[in-house]
């Protein structure tokens, strides 16, 4: 059994055949489940010879009516969808470097039976400190990635892909040891001779300052400098 046969049945279990009832025209489960397919496909990059990089977070835009029927069985689909893109990319052997996130949301200029799926590979950003979900104290230098913000607590913060970073980024296309940001009049980040390079606001850097609302990529992750 493929994974789209077993994608509907596990949604038929789910909801005791509510699925079949409800989506009998316009959009249907297994077709946003065939788009997430072929969107993994098209956005797979090449890192190397053993390593080949899919997209883990998802955005499924549905029309005003389409959403209004699939939210009812929002959570569920979700996490099935998500599944169902976890296990397709298991069995191509494809990288994830982040948890799958498959998110429902409206468009109220498609019509009906239209939607449209975008996606982006977001690292997955620890920190020694901790990360803060939400609002961090005023004044406080942070950066952010998400929903998440990882406060700067030392002088001098360490960015990368290596264990012993202050902030690690899960990123294959991040150095071991990528850039650091040092506190001061003004905050400055610094990349550290780092293979691919650290970017802020589009242009490669060896040394910036940072302003609020700057945004530093490592690979392809977006971190955003808030001073306050």
Same mark, same amino acid.
């Given at each position: 059994? #493929?994974? /789209? =046969?077993?994608f509907e ?5 789910l909801v ?6 409800a ?6 489960p @297994? =077709?946003?489940a065939s788009?997430l397919?072929?969107?993994?496909n098209?956005?797979?990059? @090449?890192?190397d $010879?053993?390593?080949?990089v ?13 959403y209004?029927r +699939? ?6 689909l979700?996490?099935? /969808?998500? !599944?169902?893109?976890?296990d397709?990319g298991? =069995?191509?052997?494809?990288t994830?470097?982040g948890?799958v996130?498959?998110?429902? &949301?409206?468009?109220?200029?498609l019509?009906t &039976?239209i939607f $449209?799926?975008r ?6 950003? %620890? %920190? %020694?400190? #901790?990360? @803060? ?9 942070? /950066? =952010?990635?998400?929903?998440s ?7 001098v !913060?360490r960015? &990368?892909?290596?264990?012993? !970073? ?5 990123d ?8 650091e940001?040092?506190l #001061?009049s003004?905050?400055?980040v $610094?990349?550290l001779?780092s293979?691919? &390079?650290?970017?802020?606001d589009?242009?490669r850097?060896?040394? @910036?300052a940072l302003a609020?609302?700057?945004?530093? !990529?490592?690979?392809?992750?977006? +971190?955003v400098?808030?001073?306050s």
């Open positions: 059994m #493929g994974l /789209l =046969e077993k049945d596990s949604l038929d279990r005791n055949g509510a699925f079949a009832r989506f009998k025209a316009e959009v249907q @297994v =077709e946003i788009a397919q072929r969107e993994v098209d956005r797979a990059a @090449v890192i $010879r053993s390593r080949t899919i997209p883990n977070v998802f955005h499924v835009e549905l029309s005003t009516h389409d209004s +699939l939210s009812v069985f929002k959570d569920a979700q996490v099935e /969808l998500g !599944t169902l893109v976890r397709y298991a =069995e191509q052997s494809y994830l470097i948890p996130q498959v998110l429902l &949301g409206q468009d109220d200029e019509e &039976g $449209r799926v996606s982006e590979a977001q690292a997955e950003v %620890s %920190s %020694s400190a #901790g990360g @803060v979900v939400g609002p961090t104290d005023a004044g406080q230098p942070r /950066l =952010e990635v998400g929903g913000a990882y406060p700067l607590m030392r002088a !913060t960015l &990368g892909r290596g264990t012993d !970073t202050d902030i690690r980024i899960e294959p296309s991040a150095s071991r040891h990528h850039c940001i040092v #001061g003004p905050v400055v $610094r990349d001779n293979t691919n &390079g650290t970017y802020v589009g242009a850097i060896a040394e @910036v609020d609302g700057t945004t530093i !990529t490592i690979g392809a992750t977006p +971190l400098f808030r001073s």
